[in-house]
């Protein structure tokens, strides 16, 4: 019998964010949970347990088909959590293992990344599509890659870091201590320094000139006021991440690439110059086949569905 | 019942290979036909047919699993050779339908360097495998990867195209339009145009000035000799083949990339410094984890064996 329903839990840096998810993505018996303040993991866990039992309180366990985790480092082979930097428990944590034991539920894990991904194929941008990229431009970059209709997870779990490409050889000091990582362009943080740098260099006045402390949003805000400065900031990060998707795209050919995130919803600003920049660096036989979209889930729920979407 | 055999069909620029192979890759029936000078494409396909009909006179035909054809630009989702340069058909061949229908075996087609995987992972050395990438370095560059046990075909068939992948921004001049895709630098083409390009350059004593026409052989034989510019070009295109493959691993994270064609034959001189250059670029959760190797596949069957696994 199929079973209707499964568990989405996603688990970030601050809180814990549960909630149950049907078929077609309606979520319902959400609940958030600090992830931070326990007196150790297994109070952690207990506190998850609660969560889980309020909702099989009210929905039948034979209904759930699963739980899905999306953790930051959340290996999908291992079901461990492994090292996270924005984690407080350091280590392996066998959170798939731990879960599963007392629940009696099957639980699957992966990062965050790869759950947004499986999200938009079971209910967003991706449904019905075997082979696509989706990306998240957030204060860093991630990236899930489905090939054949499966996540690319790789050897050891960890594929799809197109965040950690070298974008600009001898480029930007990231802080994976390489140089030149696509993420010290292309996300919130990236297009931060892009500002401060052209600030600092270039003469021209830009109402960027007028913050203190610039975030990604001044320089949207800004951009839609018609900064000039702000549109080529835009326009040079759109540069570096259409040029970094061409190569992507003669790796993989997806028929979409997926954006989500919040520099992906400074949408025309960049969406349509990422276009422009990754066609002119594709190979002739991937030209025009390439469809760049936003995100379907909803921000505020993407997290805790494509958790719930490694479940099914 | 499993069938015990199945027929390769390797079809190059001047000459088609044929072949049945067992599961374990020992080959028998083989045979060798011209692909040029036909009437037409109907009466090569009667060639391979009557090629064909010579293995099934003495292996009943209900033993065979069906052909697999590796071909330059076959597309494994189509069954057609689309306007492949090498061939004197132009347009779209629809060859896989075309034998089909008159066997009576399924066929599956495929390019060479797909087909090259399918082989390493069916007899060579990515048996057990799930996840590697097979790069042939020959006039040309070609690659085939694998996920999840499965090659990765893209939404298109054309996906693997890392030989097209930008090594160098604004680099050297590629046939294909664009400038510095990794092919014009790490084929047996691109090193021919590093060392003209030192020559030229660089004062130097090397042995390589006394050669009227450089050929990539030259330069293997050259290092082997201990000729000092002859090692220093085979370290710059380590360097770039090692660089762009750590970007590949970040995306697909491989367990096994393997090594294929003319200049991977030159061996310690290429996959040693190649492997160093790798480990310096990669992201720290990839590193020591990626084995190289040569291919494990006989050198001339390598073709047959590979197009005969597409059929299992």
Known sequence: MTKPYAIGIDIGGTTTKLGLADRKGNLSHQSVVPTTGHVGLDEYINVLLGEVKQITETISIEKISGVGIGAPNGNYYTGEIVDAANLEWK?????AKMLTEKLGLPVTLTNDANATAMGEMMYGAAIGKHDF?????????GSGIVANGQLVYGHDGFAGELGHVIAVRDGRQCGCGRKGCMERYCS?????????????????ESVLRSHDTLTAKHIHEAALAGDEMA???????AKILGQTLADA?????PEVIIF?????NAGAFLLKPVKKYMEENLLN???DKVELLPS???DTDAAILGASALAW
Chains 1, 2 share one sequence.
């Open 91 to 95: 280590g392996r944590i066998p959170i």
């Open 296 to 298: 379907a889930l909803p």
């Open 231 to 237: 549109l080529d900031i835009f326009d040079y990060t």
């Open 260 to 264: 989500f995130g919040g520099l992906a």
């Open 249 to 253: 795209v003669a790796i993989t050919s």
């Open 188 to 204: 919130a943080t990236g297009i931060v320094i892009t500002a401060k740098e052209w600030l600092a260099e270039k003469r021209g």
């Open 285 to 287: 036989i991937f030209q």
């Open 133 to 141: 990229i989706m990306i998240t431009l957030g204060t860093g970059v």
